[in-house]
């Protein structure tokens, strides 16, 4: 088979050879959505055969809003305040911060202090000034400690976060 490597190296759009996604990738992971907002138990979602996308997949299509009754029966039946994956820690966080998950405001400190890429921090500090002086409160005091260790990109962003610069 051949690789058109001028295609995908000097060509614009995707070469022929390209491998194509299966629309049906998802279908057990949106149906586990649609249980779960149906009122199902979290545990009887397959969660743990999953891959890293299909994870952020569920954590991403399940309401926005949920109780904390909810939100502590898929922190318990997956981990998701201690996983090791920062890609599913930042989509559970993402869900946590706004229903006011205090369970998960340790994982938002480790999260936020052990790592500074702008693309996770920048959006989970918006979330907790979004929240008002519940989160800002949170926000002021992790970012004491974890500023010195961002990028001057990172900080300058989180800096206007704070500072009220909708523009971040």
């Given at each position: 088979r051949r690789l058109l490597l001028d295609q995908w190296v000097y060509q614009p759009g995707l070469?022929?050879?390209a491998?194509?996604?299966d629309p049906a990738a998802f279908a057990t992971v949106d149906r586990a959505v649609q249980a779960f907002r149906a009122g199902g138990a979290a545990a009887a979602i397959p969660y743990g055969?999953?891959?890293t996308a299909?994870?952020?997949r569920f954590v991403n299509g399940l309401p926005r809003e949920l109780s904390t009754a909810r939100l502590t029966e898929l922190d318990q039946a997956f981990?998701?305040?201690s996983t090791g994956?920062?890609?599913v820690l930042f989509a559970w966080l993402h869900l946590a911060i706004p229903n006011r998950y205090e369970p998960a405001i340790p994982a938002v400190e480790r999260f936020l202090t052990s790592q500074g890429r702008r693309k996770?921090?920048?959006p989970l500090f918006e979330d907790l000034v979004g929240q008002g002086d519940w989160g800002r409160r949170i926000a002021e005091r992790i970012y004491r400690t974890a500023r010195p260790t961002y990028h001057s990109v990172t900080s300058?962003?989180?800096d206007r976060i704070l500072a009220g610069d909708a523009a971040g």
């Open positions: 070469p022929a050879n491998a194509r996604p055969d999953w891959n299909e994870r952020i981990d998701l305040s994956n920062s890609e996770f921090v920048a300058n962003t989180v």
